[in-house]
């Protein structure tokens, strides 16, 4: 069958866009998925995004990287005696992001968020800690408003926290693990004096030279312990008695999966939650292998790995299942859609992060779907044409797509003379589900209304219109996402949670009562807020904000 034009131009455009560049791969045949461009520039390179509950999403760099292309309003500037690069600069380094309006505002960020990280508050306030040189021991702070900015602690962590972890906890604390040259673990807010403590493991997972263990894979488990991955080795860990409950194996093929090598990993949704014991797996995909950051010195780039290991976390034995994706990929990041599935997005064919040490770049998303059987759950979807390299950073929306943006492969904002230029776009990805051709299928909430407050272990009514002609009962699906804070191709707090139906029963011409009870505590989904859908045969409704508390 012949391809539709548009997709024919398509490749067409990118042979002529890469054909100088060195390739290794003809990408697989498309599939499904479509590209927006939302904003061509919006002045700074995209290396961290937050959604907030109010529909923005807050994004920044970092402040040691010359004059960005976006100034701060009414001539207001940043003075920084201690900054590497710009003393005084009178630009704006973090943005706020309006996803409905499509229009963004400059914000003010005093001290360095350089590869920092974060995670949102249960109060929804966007918590936002470390990052470089003056900003490694600040926490920063941002409430959703329509005229807010960040407010900057000084000295709210006890650790200088560069390229660390951030989790929040049943407690609503936030729990931040690692770092450059930091083994150990801190809390805020701080109640403890002592709040710097050790954790061995991450010494243990620690390539001399070359790290391989930063920015770890975190997870809280169902039974309140985290899970954490760092290099090829895993723990189930005690943070409140500081025990290693658990050591995982290594994955089978031994090779590095965290930065620098940097693959992705996500906590597969959640399922059957009133039972006795919840299952709860972890897929790790993509990353670079040994030798490939030292290579990647020298001017050789190796191939990305083309694996997913998958572990259930939850079992007495458990062992990693290796899978083959049709797409290598190294700084790929890995989103939980609403309907279940996961998206394999951005990132690179071969070498590894860091400064022009990519190549290739990978512009087809994958689709992998957890409950088909293995070899039939990966599909490639369309293209997009914006490499999307190192510091790329992507987000789910409440209306189902998932925005795009950053790559800044090389230091400072540089546009010509590079071989991948910084990235000021912001675009939209929008899985298949949001093609017209479902929208009877499609459900709409009209009840409850978006902020209302659920409680733990509480069943609830869910009412929807669905203008299909038959609805199939059985598929319906209440699920609640909880929003990530992105980096380095990994969503911290990312969380999809299946409360599935317990009754759907028809009230009026194309309108549902659907029944769900919530998860039974904070080990299960931690207090906060989180988007709520309704999926009918995979095609879910546009999300509503909900506080769980």
């Known amino acids: 069958m012949a391809l539709p ?56 760099d970092r402040t040691d990287f010359g004059p960005s292309n976006l100034s701060l309003p009414n001539g207001k500037c940043r003075n920084d005696p201690t900054d590497t690069a710009l003393q005084v600069d009178c630009t704006a380094h973090s943005v706020e992001y309006d996803v409905f309006a499509n229009k963004f505002r400059p914000l003010t960020v005093q001290t360095d968020v350089w590869c920092s990280s974060g995670a949102i508050m249960p109060d929804g306030n966007l918590f936002q800690t470390g990052g470089f040189n003056d900003g490694e021991r600040w926490v920063r702070v941002f409430s959703p408003c329509r005229t807010c900015d960040w407010n900057e602690i000084p000295n709210g962590l006890t650790a200088k926290r560069w390229y660390a972890s951030n989790h ?61 991955f760092a290099n090829n080795h895993a723990i189930l860990f ?15 093929d031994g090779e590095p999966r965290s930065y620098p090598s940097t693959g992705s990993a996500v906590l597969l949704p959640l399922k059957n939650l009133k039972d006795a014991a919840i299952e709860a797996e972890v897929l790790v995909c993509g990353g670079a292998p040994k030798g490939s950051y030292l290579q990647s010195l020298k001017g050789t780039f190796m191939a990305a790995l083309n694996t997913c290991a998958r ?12 899978e083959t994706m049709p797409l290598a990929r190294v700084m790929g990041d890995m989103i939980l859609l609403p309907n279940g599935n996961v998206l394999l997005i951005n990132g690179a064919d071969s070498g590894t ?65 590079v071989l991948f230029p910084t990235e000021l776009s912001l675009e939209a990805f929008s899985p298949t589900y949001l093609d017209a051709k479902f929208d009877k299928l499609r459900p709409t909430i009209i009840a409850p209304k978006s902020m209302s ?90 999300g509503i904000w909900v506080r769980l508390h």
């Open 5 to 60: 034009s548009f997709i024919f131009s398509t490749f067409l455009l990118l042979q002529l866009l890469f054909a100088s560049l060195p390739t290794r791969r003809t990408l697989t045949s498309a599939v499904d998925g479509s590209w927006q461009i939302l904003q061509k520039s919006i002045g700074i390179s995209a290396m961290h995004m937050q959604l907030l509950r109010n529909d923005r999403v807050i994004m920044f």
């Open 168 to 228: 929040i906890l049943p407690d609503e604390r936030q729990i931040i693990i690692g770092g450059r040259g930091q083994f150990n673990y801190e809390f805020i807010p701080k109640n403890i004096v002592a709040n710097k403590i050790n954790l061995p493991f991450l010494s243990e997972t620690n390539d001399k030279g070359i790290e391989n263990n930063l920015y770890p894979f975190v997870f809280l488990n169902v039974d309140g312990n985290l899970f954490i």
């Open 311 to 322: 572990i259930k976390i939850t079992d007495p034995n458990p062992e990693w299942v290796m």
């Open 238 to 252: 005690d943070y409140v008695n500081n025990i290693v409950v658990k050591k995982y194996p290594m994955i089978p």
């Open 353 to 417: 992060a860091g400064w022009e040490q990519g190549r290739d770049p990978v512009l087809s998303p994958i689709l992998y779907q957890p409950d088909n059987n293995i070899g039939s759950r990966f599909e490639v979807q369309n293209p997009t044409t914006i490499p999307r390299m190192y510091h790329s950073t992507a987000a789910l929306l409440r209306d189902g797509r998932v925005l795009v943006g950053g790559s800044n492969p090389q230091a400072f904002y540089n546009f010509t003379g």
């Open 453 to 542: 407050v659920i409680r733990y272990r509480k069943k609830y009514t869910i009412q929807v219109v669905i203008n299909s002609d038959k609805v199939d009962e059985s598929s319906v699906l209440v699920t609640m996402f909880a929003p990530a804070f992105n980096t380095h191709s990994f969503s911290m707090n990312q969380r999809l949670l299946v409360l599935g139906n317990e009754k759907v029963t028809v009230v009026g011409n194309s309108t549902y009562n659907v029944e769900a009870t919530t998860p039974r505590s904070g080990n299960v989904a931690p207090s906060g807020f989180y988007l709520l859908f309704v999926v009918h045969q995979g095609i879910p409704s546009q």
